[in-house]
């Protein structure tokens, strides 16, 4: 390895062999323990993140400045076969993460001076871990699933003990479904939102509709699709009456 040293005064660093490399890499690791501890994390924290560190680095075909996402997408992958819990391998992923964004912060410009490197975060957004969902794929449920839920649901309210209660839920939970609406918005709802004498199936004003980045109220017509024109005359007609039960 060719000479390289920094300039500056007593705390220069010379990586002259191999040797100088690892114990620079160790001078690393030691100064962010350090930072750990002086940030008031316990022992055994900064003892766990040390092990994690170290271990990563030993799974490099060089030293922790020089990581790629490739060589983290392996070791992680290893982690796996090896059998450890989604929390072990999400809590490794988080360690190392936060390693290198100390490195990041305050070796980038050393490295780089010493090794022509430009240190990079290994640990981005598609192979960090994220905890106990990790490799559970939510699938939902088919429409023919969901169907049947609410056509279930609505036989229910028929024979439930406070029958006012249980066909507004119905109620509100069927224009979620078939519009889109959100909680509050539903609640803010009045009879004199529905608009049967706009379109072909009438539309609802929603007045109350969620604003984007907190800039109050933004109130939209919607059409009524997907039947939503039926389940308003089952509410105004059968519910709000009482004629239908």
Known sequence: MSLVALQGGAGDVVLRSAQDVE???????????????????????????????????????GPLWEATFVDADRFLAEQRRLGHAVSTRAGKAGTLAMFYEFVISRYQGQIHRLTGVVVEQPIDEFNRQSGASLGRVRVPPSDAQVEELFNSWRGSVIEARKYLPAARDYFAASLWRRLGLRITESVMLDIRDWRPDLGGFGKLHVRFGKGSRGRGFTPRLIPSINGTDQLIAWWLAGVRTGETR
């Open 23 to 61: 114990d620079f890499e160790q001078e690393i690791v030691d100064e962010y323990m350090l930072a750990m501890a002086a940030s008031g994390l316990s022992d055994g924290h900064v003892r766990g993140t040390r092990a994690t560190v170290i271990e990563f680095a030993r799974s490099l075909p």
